[in-house]
């Protein structure tokens, strides 16, 4: 994301110091800490942000058997060490088959109904990972430096039935320093963020970036 605003800084169609960000997914938790260092992002918004670190570590809600991640941390050693000999590297499937889904509950289902049907589906999406990525994400914090976003506004928008990351979400406005607000979507899972809850998240996105990325802003509201 730094990159893509000194890219977006260096072109003259471009107001500089009128750069935002918004992270839908796992890109809030991205969005946020890369935001936090840079002050060329003047507000930052998310909508159902998920702390990947976290969710390795705890699992989406939070109540991950322990021996969980022990496990996938022993894979990624092997996986060095493998990747050491020259072999190739073992992958890690992210996409489970459509009774896998079903049987591991809602969330399950609905990322599985979104990512590997054409409700969401793209060609290019990636399906697995290197099992050498897992210590990674788990060292990765999403939240633990957001008291530094302020006095620039954060907006953190999540579904009311996202039980099983919403709660990511206020754990983060927790942490934040004013100007800063979470916004519930009435009806909404995590998944139905992406399309069809779009019309409800845009009214609280648009009006909160036109409020603080508006030439000669003199203070940040949410």
């Known amino acids: 994301m730094r990159t893509d605003v000194s890219y977006l800084s260096t072109r003259p169609e471009i107001c500089s110091d009128r750069i935002g960000a918004l992270g839908i997914c796992a890109s809030g938790g991205y969005a946020i800490p890369a935001a936090v260092t840079d002050h060329r992002i003047r507000a930052v918004a998310t909508a159902g942000a998920v702390d990947l670190g976290l969710y390795f570590r705890v699992g989406p809600d939070g109540t991950q058997d322990p021996a969980a991640l022990q496990a996938l941390l022993d894979a990624a050693a092997a996986a060095r060490t493998t990747e050491a000999a020259g072999e190739p590297l ?4 992210v996409r489970p088959t459509e009774e896998e ?3 591991g509950g809602r969330y399950s289902y609905e990322a599985w109904e979104y990512y590997s049907t054409d409700r969401g589906r793209h060609p290019r999406q990636a399906d697995e990972f290197t099992f050498s990525s897992v210590d990674k994400i788990v060292n990765f914090d999403a939240f633990h430096l957001i008291g530094l976003l302020a006095p620039r506004p954060l907006l953190m928008v999540a579904g009311n039935e996202a039980a099983t990351t919403a709660w990511m979400s206020e754990e983060a406005v927790k ?9 519930w979507i009435e009806g909404a899972s995590h998944v139905d963020l992406y399309d069809r809850y779009v019309p409800q998240v845009t009214t609280e996105l648009l009006p909160f970036f036109i409020r603080n990325l508006a030439a000669q802003t003199a203070h940040a509201t949410v």
């Open 101 to 103: 889904a079903r049987a």
């Open 175 to 183: 942490k934040a320093n004013q100007p800063k607000r979470q916004h």
């Open 90 to 93: 073992p992958t890690m499937s």
